[in-house]
C-alpha cells in the first residue's frame, strides 16, 4: 500500500471515531497525529487515549515503520500483528470495532499483502473473524489448493455471502438490460400497437407523408419482437485466471450465473491460463464456478479462443467477451488472426482489460492496439457498466466505452 492509502485509512480513522467537542485546532493536532504514528518527529505533541489510542494501536499494528521511530515506551515502532492466530483475532475484532467497513477491508488487504498473513486465513477461526469482500475471495481461491478440509467448508460459506450480495446488486439491472436489449434486436413487420419501434416506422414511411392531412399514412410497422422461449444470442465468456485477474473473475463468475437464468441467451463460460477448462456445466451455482478456477500460472490466450471458436455454432447471433490483461504467453499474431477471423464471420468480440471496480490495471497495450485496429477496442469496464456493454454487443451498435481520460 502506499504511503498516499495509508494516511487516508489514518485520516478516515480520524473523523470516524468522535472525542467529543474539541478546538477546531485540537481536532486537527488529533487527526495529523493519527496519520502520522505518534514518532518523534511528528511534531504535533498531541497524546492519545482511549479509543483514539487502541485506534492508534491497531494503525501501528499495520502500518507502523520500522525506521529507527521509537514508541513511548522506547521501543521500535515497527509493522506486525504477532504469528499466532489468537492475535491477529482481536486484531480483526478491534478494526472491526473502530472503522468502517470500507476502511476495515482496505486494512484486510493491506494486512494480507503487507504482512504475510495468507497462511491464516487457512484456518477457519480467521475466515468467521474477517470482513468478506470480492478481494478477501480472490484471496481464497488462490488459497483454494492449499486448503486443508476443515477450512474448505467456511470459505465457501464466506465465499456464498459475498456472491449472493453481488448478485443482489447486480442481477435485477443486468436482466432487464438484456431483455430489452434482446426484444428490440428482434425487429418484426407485424407487431402489436404496444411492440411498435416509432422511430424506425416513421423513417421507413417518410415517403407516404399526406401534405393536406399534414401527416404519415404508414404502409409497413416495424415493431420490437417479445420475449420468446427460443435461445435468441449466444454469450462466450472467456476469462483469463491469472493471479491479477481474481476480481474480474468473481464478478464474471457472477454475471455468468446470471446470463445463464435468462432462457433466451445460451451462455459458455470458458477460464484459462496455459490450459482451457470450461465450466458451463457449473453456471447454475457461481460458488461452484469460483471453486473450479485455479488462480496463477501462466497465459494462452490464443489457446483459450482456439477453444471459443470451436463452440460457436451462430457466428452472426453470438457475443465473445474476452476477459484479459492481453499478456499472451502463446502465439500473438495467431491470436490475432482468431480474432479477426471472428469478427469477419460476424461475430461481436468485445474485450475488457477488467471486470472489476478499481479500473484498468496493467495490461499488454501493444496487444491492446492490435485488437483496436480489428475494430475490438479494449478497456476496461465496472460491473455496473457491463449491463450496458453486453446490450450494445447484443443489439451490434457502438459499445458505450468509458471515458478513461
Not at 230 to 243: P, T
Not at 333 to 340: F, T, Y
Request: aromatic share 4%.
Amino acid at each position: 500500500m502506499t504511503e498516499g492509502s495509508v494516511t487516508e485509512t489514518a485520516a478516515a480513522a480520524g473523523t470516524t471515531v468522535g472525542t467529543g467537542a474539541v478546538e477546531p485546532a485540537q481536532e486537527r493536532l488529533r487527526r495529523w497525529r493519527l496519520v502520522l504514528g505518534g514518532d518523534a518527529a511528528d511534531g504535533t505533541g498531541c497524546v492519545l487515549s482511549g479509543q483514539d489510542a487502541a485506534m492508534d494501536g491497531a494503525l501501528t499494528a499495520l502500518y507502523g515503520r520500522g525506521d529507527g521511530g521509537k514508541d513511548r515506551a522506547g521501543r521500535d515502532r515497527s509493522a506486525g500483528l504477532g504469528a499466532s492466530a489468537p492475535s491477529v483475532a482481536r486484531w480483526l475484532g478491534d478494526i472491526r470495532t473502530y472503522f468502517p467497513s470500507s476502511v476495515v477491508q482496505v486494512m484486510q488487504r493491506d494486512a494480507i499483502d503487507r504482512l504475510g498473513l495468507s497462511a491464516l486465513l487457512l484456518e477457519p477461526e480467521m475466515l468467521e473473524a474477517v470482513e468478506a469482500d470480492v478481494h478477501l475471495v480472490g484471496t481464497l481461491l488462490s488459497l483454494n489448493k492449499a486448503m486443508p478440509e476443515t477450512t474448505k467448508e467456511t470459505a465457501r460459506a464466506v465465499v456464498r455471502k459475498v456472491v449472493e450480495d453481488l448478485e443482489k446488486r447486480l442481477a435485477t439491472r443486468t436482466r432487464a438490460t438484456l431483455t430489452g436489449a434482446l426484444d428490440r434486436s428482434a425487429r418484426i413487420n407485424r407487431p402489436r400497437h404496444q411492440d411498435i419501434d416509432w422511430n424506425r416506422t416513421i423513417a421507413a414511411n417518410l415517403k407516404h407523408y399526406l401534405p393536406e392531412y399534414r401527416t404519415i399514412v404508414p404502409e409497413r410497422l416495424i415493431g420490437y419482437g417479445r420475449a420468446s422461449q427460443s435461445v435468441k444470442k449466444e454469450v462466450v465468456l472467456c476469462i483469463d485466471q491469472s493471479g491479477s485477474m481474481a476480481a474480474s473473475v468473481v464478478y464474471a463468475s457472477v454475471f455468468g450465473a446470471v446470463l445463464a437464468s435468462m432462457r433466451s441467451i445460451d451462455t459458455r463460460l470458458v477460464v484459462f491460463d496455459t490450459a482451457v477448462v470450461d465450466l458451463t456445466d457449473q453456471l447454475d451455482d457461481p460458488v461452484d464456478v469460483l471453486f473450479g478456477t485455479q488462480l496463477g500460472g501462466g497465459t494462452d490466450i490464443n489457446r483459450a479462443l482456439a477453444y471459443c471458436q470451436s463452440q460457436i455454432t451462430r457466428p452472426a447471433e453470438t457475443v465473445v467477451v474476452l476477459i484479459s490483461d492481453l499478456y499472451e504467453g502463446g502465439i500473438r499474431d495467431e491470436m490475432l488472426k482468431r480474432v479477426a477471423a471472428m469478427k469477419a464471420s460476424g461475430v461481436q468480440f468485445v474485450t475488457l482489460l477488467a471486470l472489476s471496480d478499481e479500473g484498468a490495471p496493467a495490461y499488454d497495450r501493444e496487444h491492446a492496439a492490435a485488437l483496436a485496429a480489428l475494430g475490438a477496442p479494449a478497456f476496461a469496464c465496472t460491473p455496473d457498466l457491463f449491463p450496458d456493454i453486453m446490450a450494445a454487443a447484443i443489439e451490434k451498435r457502438p459499445l458505450p466505452i468509458p471515458d478513461t481520460e
